[in-house]
Nanobody, 118 residues
Framework: QVQLVESGGGLVQPGGSLRLSCSVSGNIFAIYDVNWYRQVPGKQRELVATITSYDSTKYADSVKGRFTISRGGAKNTVYLQIDSPKPEDTAVYYC????????????WGQGTQVTVSS
């Protein structure tokens, strides 16, 4: 069984910083991408950042230059560094792991709330 556990959410002031963590464990295919999504009530889940199995990264235009996705040394932990957050970054943030193979599976964490407010 595959588990994704997020942590690090909370309340942060505009212009501050916050780091989210996603720990991946269990019987997942060795090659997988990790994505961070976010969702606010009444809206679709939005892809925020991706790190591939080869450590290339991609970002939504709305977060470029402020968010950084990276892997930890053990490779099974992925971080999302949020710098200079804005109130519109307030959302529940979800970690997703996508297996890079034919009929690869998707796995999701439980989500962590990030609230940007003064």
């Amino acid at each position: 069984q595959v588990q994704l556990v997020e942590s690090g959410g909370g309340l942060v002031q505009p212009g501050g910083s916050l780091r989210l963590s996603c720990s991946v464990s269990g019987n997942i295919f060795a090659i997988y991408d990790v994505n961070w999504y976010r969702q606010v009530p009444g809206k679709q889940r939005e892809l925020v950042a991706t790190i591939t199995s080869y450590d290339s990264t991609k970002y939504a235009d709305s977060v470029k230059g402020r968010f950084t996705i990276s892997r930890g040394g053990a490779k099974n932990t992925v971080y999302l560094q949020i710098d200079s957050p804005k109130p519109e970054d307030t959302a529940v943030y979800y970690c997703n792991a996508h297996e890079n193979r034919a009929r690869g599976r998707d796995y999701w964490g439980q989500g962590t709330q990030v609230t940007v407010s003064s």
